[in-house]
Every structure is written in structure tokens, then in C-alpha cells.
């Protein structure tokens, strides 16, 4: 098993974004974007630095976080840290109440990044109304434009 992006190491940053978000339930698909957002915040227009380099393969980057987070969250729910409600907008998780004397018991430098850009993504994209989705809009948009670079003249044919 590799120590990089193991269910522990993705239950833990989603369990910082879900303790951060407490008591709002979050669904898959929403902690998929934050998790991403978290480690890339330097792409997000104001955000700090990135945790983790960028990575040519952007987009597939998404689909493979979204089974690393499942499998994080079952980790979480096993642990107690974490529980999940049948709502009429899908299976939502949340932080459980021993989640913040968990995370505030851990003392590694790279927790306490977590943490900050967490509190910043919060602040910045969980605003009442917002879709967390409409802040990543401008990622993918740049993975677009990147892409679209990187193709000489954009499949068109030179004349």
C-alpha cells in the first residue's frame, strides 16, 4: 500500500474539510472538489500557495480522487469521526463531534496547512447559495485553455 494518498492519508484531509464545515453535511462530489481545491488552492483566484504540484494530468486527477474519498470516508465512519445521512439530496457526511479533538491532537506542520486552506476555502466558496462547484468552474476552465496550448492550431488545418 503506498503512504501517498492511502484512505488514511484522504480520510484525514477530509476530515479537516468536514470539520471545518461543521455542522453542514457535504456530499462526495463536493469534498472531491475541496480536496482538490485544498492541494491546488494556488490555482484559485486569492488562494495560497499550492499544497502539491500541478500535474499534466489534471482532469483525470478528479475521477481518481473521487474513489480515494470514498474509500477516506468509509475509514472516517469506522473510526467514528465521520457519519453519513440519507437526505433527500443524496448520502451527505459529516463531521462527527470527536472529530476536532482528533485533528487538534495531531501536530504535523502539513495538518496545519490543511487546516488553513480549509478555513480559507470556507470562507472563500461555502458562502450561503454558493455551489462549491461554481468555484471550480476556473480550474477546469484553465485546464481547458491549457490544453487547448498545447494543441498547435487548435485542429485546424494550416493553410
Known amino acids: 500500500?503506498?503512504?501517498?494518498?492511502?484512505?488514511?492519508?484522504?480520510?484525514?484531509?477530509?476530515?479537516?474539510?468536514?470539520?471545518?464545515?461543521?455542522?453542514r453535511r457535504l456530499?462526495?462530489?463536493?469534498?472531491?472538489?475541496?480536496?482538490?481545491?485544498?492541494?491546488?488552492s494556488g490555482d484559485l483566484d486569492g488562494g495560497p500557495d499550492s499544497l502539491h504540484p500541478d500535474l499534466p494530468v489534471g482532469p483525470g486527477e478528479l475521477g481518481?480522487?473521487?474513489?480515494?474519498?470514498?474509500?477516506?470516508?468509509?475509514?472516517?465512519?469506522?473510526?467514528?469521526?465521520?457519519?453519513?445521512?440519507?437526505?433527500?439530496?443524496?448520502?451527505?457526511?459529516?463531521?462527527?463531534?470527536?472529530?476536532?479533538?482528533?485533528?487538534?491532537?495531531?501536530e504535523a506542520p502539513y495538518l496545519g496547512q490543511l487546516k488553513e486552506r480549509a478555513e480559507w476555502l470556507t470562507s472563500a466558496y461555502m458562502h450561503e447559495g454558493t455551489d462549491v462547484r461554481d468555484g471550480m468552474k476556473?480550474?477546469?476552465?484553465d485546464w481547458t485553455d491549457r490544453s487547448r496550448a498545447d494543441v498547435p492550431n487548435h485542429g485546424e488545418e494550416e493553410i
Do not use: K
Open 138 to 141: 476556473q480550474i477546469t476552465q
Open 64 to 106: 481518481l480522487r473521487r474513489r480515494l474519498i470514498e474509500q477516506g470516508l468509509v475509514v472516517l465512519m469506522r473510526a467514528g469521526l465521520a457519519d453519513m445521512a440519507a437526505t433527500a439530496d443524496g448520502f451527505l457526511y459529516g463531521a462527527t463531534d470527536e472529530a476536532a479533538s482528533f485533528l487538534d491532537v495531531l
Open 27 to 40: 456530499d462526495v462530489a463536493q469534498l472531491v472538489y475541496l480536496d482538490h481545491a485544498m492541494l491546488h
Open 1 to 23: 500500500m503506498s503512504p501517498l494518498n492511502s484512505p488514511l492519508e484522504v480520510g484525514v484531509r477530509a476530515l479537516v474539510l468536514l470539520a471545518e464545515t461543521f455542522p
